[in-house]
């Protein structure tokens, strides 16, 4: 298992970041995505609105 950080460019979400974790079963040849979500850092403020964050992903 590993786990993956990247920036969130979205509109509105700035200081948030997409978290990826990727496993792959013992002998298998792919990985795949296990989980997501995205996690705002400390001192970042809440989501913005819906509706004012730019077209949905």
């Not at 590993?2 to 079963?25: D, I, N």
């Not at 850092?41 to 730019?54: D, E, K, L, Q, V």
């Amino acid at each position: 298992m590993v786990t993956h950080v990247f920036e969130c460019t979205m509109p509105g979400y700035r200081g948030w970041s997409w978290v990826v974790v990727l496993a792959r079963a013992s002998r298998a040849k792919a990985a795949t995505v296990a989980e997501t979500a995205l996690r705002r850092r400390a001192r970042t403020r809440s989501s913005p609105p819906p509706g004012s964050r730019g077209p949905s992903v």
